[in-house]
């Protein structure tokens, strides 16, 4: 069993976490005319293929009489007693090979039975009706717990899976769980694509399934059985060939008619799915690579219960509205342009919110200590090799060759930042040493994994390192949670740290890895003690370089590796013992490094801002503070004149001195979310005063306050330095 979960852990990446992007000009697949009511457009082949495809019964045929076989094993082992340990501390007395978490949950209650949708044993994700096989710690997990949300939605992905096979008779390839759901990708013979006719059918064969009943079945078989059991599926043998060493097995899951290769695990059977919705397709290339053959994916989303289904559908609509993508159109923040795919282009307006997220951080970090530095954007391949990027990063790198040697543009800035360190000595009496750099990085996404500001080529992070000595590595993470709060507390959100611990590919010993992901524990169960919010463990999927608490965009990595490669050393201080014939040498030590952003890429941090205001910007960071708007053309120079008295406070105003009525500015100026629209006419102008309308308060949207336009000057300033989240004078 060691080695099948060997093997498992290699193939996790496959089975869940391998996405494929977007393929471009794939030919599309004429379609009759969408429905009077905008539906999809009528479909008139058969639902499902009737002879099914003839690969489908040489599957159950070998997985049968595998299963036979395994059985007939597994009833053959010796029965022990075993103690289950749940979490609260209680036991539960079982024997191994029968007893399964299932019939922990059904001794417990029936409606906990009926809830539960995964187990955990010792750790490790454990299907339901699988026998225990030692004594073990059991944890029940229902759709509400993210692991088990996660599983759900896999399993939903087998059922999506199935019911593409009955329509199409096609090879399926990937079929992972999401963030919001699930998509199963495939190949189609010839110019086949998928439509939005095809939702309706594939949602009725899903249907069928799930009212069946279907057991999921799992069954560890060998690599020479498994080629033979998906012969018919290229995608499938390309995975077995090159994921599977010779020699080891792994496992499949049977739902009805399909048989996946899948390290699971899964519900106990398709009828846990009460709700189940197609919601897009797209065309994708296998494993990503635009060299490969293009699929057609498609998207699912379930639940365990239909109320579920319709208020998650709710929550789509307002997040379409909130969508950053069309906010930042309709504002007039920023565009995309095909000819630099992945990279921005910040108009004025959102120019504006980068800036002042910028100078939010730069004060920031001359409280706490920081000192900014500007790094290059090109570095010889050399020190990435030194870094170990070259070796683990490379294909997310753009390189290129000058003059014969290798060059990258820097995906992220820590080798820089050791170079710095590096490049005289320094003192024990220098650390901790602080240091922030907001240059431009480049990554090599995939061009369909590019999502508006969410995922980019081209971006730049609040991105800093510290250097210090063992010792210091304590207080800095707890400055580290401190600074995370008061930046996040300033924009009204909450967060949950998850410590992502040893990936897979890794650099350095374990030993040292250890250590960190210890150290790291500690500060954040101190955090939790001090009144912060609990944490949980997200393992494998720290950097390669070392472990790391993270959020959404927030990181807080711990590095004994860095310094390592670079040799990176400091003065200790310490008295130097001089003998005989020896000249006196300083003492020198490792500096530990810790790798640090709180906003993350300002991109997505900027995506994330302007769906979370909706588009309605607090005054301090809004790049429309105030739109002055005369009421007829004698008060146009007064209104002039209180633009660039603003403006010379550091305030965004824009004044209105077009040919469109004042009922029109106005609309055009709430429309555009300006904070504060000032309506100036010849009674502002004589007594130096502003008609004011707040955009958050309706009560003054149809006559505005006068006030005092030197009162209204000191109360707006007041207004951005406090960052207060509410516009209010």
């Known amino acids: 069993m060691e080695e099948v979960a060997a093997v498992t852990e290699k193939f996790k990446d496959i089975a869940f976490g391998q996405v494929s992007s977007t393929a471009p000009g794939v030919k599309k697949q004429k379609t009759k005319k969408a429905d009077k009511n905008g539906g999809a457009a009528a479909d008139d082949r058969p639902i499902e293929l009737d002879p099914p495809p003839a690969y489908i019964t040489h599957r159950i045929k070998l997985f049968e009489a595998l299963k036979a076989d395994y059985d007939k094993d597994v009833a053959d082992k010796p029965r022990e007693e075993i103690t289950i340990t749940l979490p609260d501390g209680a036991t539960k007395i079982g024997k191994s090979w029968e007893t399964s978490p299932m019939s922990i949950a059904l001794s417990i209650s029936k409606s906990l039975a009926e809830n539960v949708v995964i187990a955990k044993v010792d750790g490790e994700l454990w299907d339901l009706e699988r026998p225990l096989e030692k004594s073990c710690r059991l944890e029940l997990l229902k759709f509400e717990d993210q692991e088990g ?43 086949a694509v998928v439509t939005q006719a095809d939702y309706k059918p594939l949602e009725t064969i899903a249907q069928k399934a799930i009212k069946e009943k279907q057991p999921f079945e799992r069954l560890v078989v060998s690599k020479e059985n498994l080629l033979k059991m998906f012969q018919h599926n290229r995608f499938k043998q390309h995975l077995i060939q090159s994921k599977i060493p010779d020699g080891t097995s792994t496992t499949v899951y049977r739902c009805g008619p399909l ?41 699912g989303v379930s639940f365990p219960d239909k109320k579920q289904l319709e208020e998650h559908k709710k929550f789509l609509e307002e997040a379409a509205k909130r969508d950053h993508r069309k906010l ?17 282009f910040f108009l004025p307006h959102g120019t504006r919110i980068y800036n002042t ?24 391949a050399n020190l990435w090799k030194t870094s170990g990027h070259w070796e683990n990063y490379k294909d997310n790198m753009f390189s290129f060759e000058i003059e014969k040697d290798q060059f990258g543009l820097k995906p992220m800035n820590c080798p820089g930042h050791c170079l710095m360190f590096k490049h005289r000595e320094r003192s024990y009496r220098e650390l901790p040493w602080r240091v922030a750099d907001f240059g431009v990085i480049h990554r090599n996404e995939f061009s369909g994994a590019l999502t508006g500001l969410t995922r980019v080529r081209r971006f730049q992070q609040d991105d800093s390192h510290i250097f210090c000595t063992p010792d210091q590595v304590k207080d800095e993470i707890h400055g580290l949670f401190d600074f995370l709060k008061q930046v996040y507390g300033i924009f009204g959100f909450t967060f949950k740290l998850k410590l992502s611990t040893r990936p897979e590919k890794f650099v350095g010993d374990i030993e040292t890895w250890n250590r960190a992901e210890n150290q790291l524990k500690i500060a954040l169960e101190d955090f939790t003690a001090a009144g912060g919010s609990q944490w949980e463990l997200n393992p494998g999927d720290g950097a390669f370089y070392g472990p790391k608490a993270n959020h959404q965009c927030a990181t807080i990595q711990l590095d004994f590796q860095l310094p390592q490669r670079f ?14 014939n020896v000249e006196e040498v300083s003492h020198y030590a490792r500096p530990v490094m810790i790798h640090r952003a709180i906003y993350g890429s300002l991109e997505r941090f900027i995506a994330i801002l302007t769906e979370h205001f909706a588009g309605k910007w607090p005054f301090w960071i809004s790049p429309r503070q105030v739109l002055v708007i005369p009421v007829m053309v004698a008060a146009n120079d007064y209104a002039s004149e209180v633009q660039k008295l603003l ?65 209204v ?17």
Request: with cysteine; net charge negative; glycine share 8%.
């Open 647 to 711: 403006r010379a406070e550091g305030l965004h105003c824009d004044v209105d001195l077009g040919p469109n009525t004042m009922a029109k500015k106005i609309r055009n100026g709430q429309v555009q979310s300006y904070n504060f629209i000032f309506v100036v006419g010849a009674e502002e102008r004589e007594n130096r005063a502003v008609n004011v309308r707040n955009r958050d308060d309706k009560a003054t949207q149809t006559k505005g306050e006068l006030m005092p336009l030197s009162e």
């Open 567 to 580: 040799e990176l050393e400091y003065v200790t201080g310490e008295t130097a013992v001089k003998t005989d």
């Open 713 to 729: 000057i000191e109360r707006l300033t007041k207004l951005k330095r406090s960052r207060a989240l509410v516009t209010a004078l």
């Open 259 to 299: 048989i996946d290769l899948c390290v699971g695990p899964h519900v106990p059977h398709t009828g846990r799915i009460k709700a189940f919705q197609v919601m897009k397709n797209s065309s994708s290339y296998f494993l990503g690579d635009s060299n490969n053959e293009s699929l057609q994916r498609i998207y």
């Open 149 to 191: 949300k996660r599983v759900f939605w896999h399993s939903s992905a087998h059922v999506l899976g199935e019911a593409a096979e009955r329509r199409f008779g096609c090879h399926l390839c990937l079929g992972p769980p999401t963030d919001d759901g699930f998509f199963y990708e495939m190949g189609l013979e010839g110019d």
């Open 328 to 344: 930042g159109k309709e504002q007039e923040l920023f565009f995309f342009h095909e000819l630099s795919p992945g990279s921005c």
């Open 357 to 380: 997220l910028l100078e939010l951080l730069r004060e920031e970090y001359w409280k706490r200590d920081y000192q900014e530095v500007i790094t290059p954007n090109m570095y010889n």
